[in-house]
C-alpha cells in the first residue's frame, strides 16, 4: 500500500505546461481589470487565482459599499490637479506623486468604464443626486462615492472572464521562473486541493495578490477573524522579493476600529456618517490627535484609540446617537454590504446605533500602507506599474500606489496594458526542457514527503508571535532586531515544515511569505529613525517627525541571501497648500453619509 505522501504526490503527468503572453498572478479586483487592459491591447492571458472562482473572489468578493473618485464635475476640488497639490500633506511627504498623477488622471474615465461594465454607482436613498459622495480619511473633497455594490466583483469577474482570458482558480503560484537574462518567464503553480502541477510559460507578469494580513494576533485570537482578506498573505512581495525586484514603504503597516467582538471593516462607513469616538468618559478625543477629528487619516484614529486606551480613558466607543434617523438607518443597510453578517451582530448583542454606544477595538495589523490615501506598502513601481525587474508589474494593494477598490482597478487595467504591450515585444519563452519539469514537480511536492510534527500553522503562529510582541504598533530599536533576529532563526527553520496535502501545502507557502513580509518590516522599521504616519510609524526611541532628514522612500532588496535597506529622496514637502475660495475645505460640506 502507497504512503500518505505518494498518494497525495502530483504524477508526473499531472504536470500541465501552458504558454501564454501575460501571466496575472491575483484575480482579485487588480487582477479581472488586469487581465481586461492586457486582452484589449491584443494580448493572450493566465490568471492564477489562490482563492474561488474570480467573479467572487478577493477583498470584495462580498460586496463594496463605496469607490473613490475624481469626477471633475464643477468644483476645484473635484479634479486630480487639486488633489495632487494635497497629497503631499495628506501622506506626509512620503509618496511617489508620478504615479498618484497617473492614477487621479485615470478615475473619471475608469468610473465610466465600470457603470458601461454594469456597475451602479447610485445609491438608491439618494435618488436626486448623480452620486453620493462624502468625505473621509483626511481628504480635502467629498471623494467616496456610496453606492450598493454587492455585486461589484461579480460583474467585473465577469468582464475579466469574457475576454478569453484562461482562468486558473484555487490555484497558488509557488515560485516565479526566470530567464538566463534576468527576466520573468512564467511561474509555477499547483491546485490546493487535487494537486495538479502547472508550468506557466509567460513573456510578462503582473503582481496582483493585494496587501498582507494574517500577520499579527488579534483580539479574538483567531487569525482568519482578519479586518481584511485573510487570504492575501503578501505572496506576491515576498515572491518579487526573492527574484530581485524592489519593495519600498514595508515599515508602514495599517489596522482599523472594529466592533469588540467582530473584525470587520466599517470605519468609512462610520465616520463618513458623521459618527463620533468618545472615550469612556464621554469626550469626543479624537481633535487631541489630530485637526480633522474623526475626519482624519484612518491612522490617526488608531494612533487615537490606541493612546486613549493607553492612558485609562478606555474602553472608546463609536457614537452615532447624534445622527438624523435616517442616516442611522442608511448607515445599518450599508455597513452590512462589506460584511453581510454585521447587522446581525448588532442584532444578536443588542445594539441599536440610534440610541446605544457601540465599543470598539483596534484590529490586527497589516502590511497596507499605513492607512494613508495613495501610499502602499509593496512592490516598487513606476507609473506604467513596472517595477525595477524588466517583464514584472505590479498594481494594487501589493504596488507602493493605489488606493481602496479605486486604486486596484485604474492601477490593474494600466499594468494589464504595460505587460501587454511588453510581452508583445518580446520572444516566445523558451521551452521547457524535461529536466525543467523533473525539477519543478520535485522541488514542489518535497514537503509532502518529510515527516514530523511541525506544520505551517504552528510556523504561522510563530511569525505572528514575533510581530505582536517585537514589532507592532509601538516600537523601538531593541525590540525591532530582537524581531530580525527570531525572524532570521525562524528562516532557517523553513526547511523542516511538512505538509499532510494540498491545502497543507498553500498554508506553508504563506507561512513562508508572510515570514518574509514581516522581516521586511521589521528591517524598514528600523531604517526609519523617527515618527511618520500617525499610529503608522510609531518609534518610541525617535517619537518626533523628522522632515530635515524624513522625507524619503525606505525601500529594501535581497542581498546575499539577507536585506539590503535604501533610501530616496522623495523631493516633496509636508505642508499643506493654503486653501482657495472653491476649495471644499474653504466651503461648507456639500453633505452626503
Not at 156 to 173: D, K
Not at 196 to 209: K, P
Not at 211 to 220: F, G, I, V
Not at 533 to 551: F, K, N, T
Amino acid at each position: 500500500m502507497k504512503s500518505l505522501s505518494a498518494r497525495l504526490r502530483a504524477p508526473d503527468e499531472n504536470i500541465q505546461v501552458l504558454e501564454t503572453d501575460v501571466l496575472v498572478i491575483g484575480g482579485g479586483v487588480a487582477g479581472c481589470l488586469a487581465a481586461i487592459g492586457a486582452a484589449e491591447a491584443g494580448a493572450k492571458c493566465v490568471i492564477c487565482e489562490k482563492g474561488g472562482i474570480i467573479e467572487r473572489s478577493g477583498s470584495i468578493a462580498g460586496g463594496v459599499d463605496h469607490f473613490f473618485a475624481v469626477l471633475e464635475e464643477g468644483p476645484e476640488w473635484d479634479t486630480p490637479e487639486y488633489l495632487l497639490r494635497h497629497i503631499p500633506a495628506i501622506t506626509e511627504g512620503v509618496v511617489d506623486l508620478d504615479v498618484c498623477a497617473r492614477f487621479l488622471h485615470g478615475i473619471k474615465g475608469m468610473v465610466q468604464r465600470l457603470e458601461k461594465m454594469g456597475i451602479d454607482f447610485h445609491n438608491p436613498a439618494a435618488p436626486g443626486r448623480p452620486y453620493l459622495r462624502h468625505r473621509s480619511f483626511g481628504l480635502p473633497g467629498e471623494y467616496t462615492i456610496e453606492f450598493e455594490g454587492n455585486d461589484f466583483k461579480q460583474v467585473i469577474g465577469q468582464a475579466a472572464r469574457h475576454t478569453g482570458a484562461r482562468t486558473l482558480e484555487r490555484v497558488m503560484v509557488s515560485e516565479i521562473l526566470m530567464d538566463e537574462e534576468g527576466h520573468p518567464r512564467g511561474c509555477v503553480a499547483f491546485h490546493i486541493r487535487h494537486g495538479t502541477i502547472y508550468a506557466v510559460l509567460a513573456r510578462a507578469v503582473v503582481l496582483a495578490t493585494g496587501e498582507t494580513n494574517r500577520l499579527a494576533r488579534n483580539a479574538s485570537g483567531y487569525p482568519y477573524d482578519s479586518w481584511h482578506i485573510p487570504y492575501n498573505t503578501g505572496d506576491g512581495q515576498a515572491m518579487a522579493l526573492r527574484i530581485g525586484a524592489c519593495l519600498a514603504n514595508m515599515e508602514f503597516t495599517d489596522a482599523t476600529i472594529t466592533p469588540k467582538g467582530y473584525s470587520t471593516q466599517g470605519t468609512n462607513g462610520f465616520v463618513g456618517a458623521g459618527a463620533y469616538l468618545v472615550n469612556a468618559l464621554g469626550e469626543r478625543f479624537m481633535f487631541r490627535y489630530h485637526p480633522a477629528g474623526e475626519k482624519a487619516r484612518r491612522i490617526d484614529l488608531i494612533n487615537g484609540v490606541i493612546n486613549e486606551t493607553a492612558e485609562g480613558r478606555g474602553p472608546v466607543y463609536i457614537d452615532c446617537r447624534h445622527l438624523p434617523e435616517e442616516d442611522v438607518n442608511r448607515l445599518k443597510s450599508t455597513l452590512g454590504v462589506d460584511r453581510p453578517a454585521m447587522p446581525a451582530f448588532f442584532e444578536q448583542k443588542g445594539i441599536d446605533l440610534g440610541k446605544d454606544l457601540l465599543e470598539i477595538t483596534v484590529s490586527e495589523m497589516s502590511s497596507r500602507g499605513g492607512g494613508v490615501v495613495f501610499r502602499r506598502a509593496g512592490v516598487r513601481i513606476d507609473p506604467d506599474c513596472v517595477s525595477n525587474i524588466p517583464g514584472l508589474f505590479a498594481a494594487g494593494d501589493c504596488s507602493t500606489v493605489s488606493n481602496g477598490i479605486a486604486g486596484a482597478t485604474v492601477m490593474g487595467h494600466i499594468a494589464g496594458g504595460s505587460a501587454a504591450r511588453y510581452a508583445l515585444s518580446r520572444s516566445r519563452p523558451e521551452p521547457l526542457s524535461k529536466e525543467d519539469i523533473g525539477r519543478i514537480r520535485e522541488e514542489l511536492v518535497k514537503p509532502l514527503a518529510r515527516e514530523g510534527d511541525y506544520d505551517p500553522r504552528q510556523f504561522e503562529d510563530e511569525v505572528r508571535s514575533i510581530v505582536t510582541d517585537n514589532i507592532g504598533f509601538r516600537r523601538n530599536e531593541t525590540r525591532l532586531k530582537e524581531a530580525l533576529r527570531q525572524l532570521g532563526e525562524l528562516q532557517g527553520r523553513e526547511g523542516a515544515i511538512g505538509a499532510r496535502d494540498f491545502h497543507d501545502l498553500m498554508r506553508l507557502h504563506e507561512a513562508r511569505n508572510l515570514r518574509t513580509v514581516a522581516e521586511t518590516i521589521a528591517a524598514s522599521a528600523l531604517e526609519r529613525r523617527e515618527t511618520r504616519g500617525g499610529g503608522a510609524h510609531v518609534r518610541m526611541d525617535y517619537p518626533e517627525r523628522d522632515d530635515a532628514s524624513g522625507l524619503r522612500t525606505i525601500m529594501v532588496e535581497k542581498e546575499n541571501g539577507g536585506l539590503r535597506i535604501l533610501s530616496e529622496p522623495t523631493g516633496l514637502t509636508a505642508e499643506k497648500p493654503a486653501a482657495s475660495k472653491d476649495s471644499a475645505e474653504a466651503t461648507p460640506a456639500m453633505g452626503g453619509k
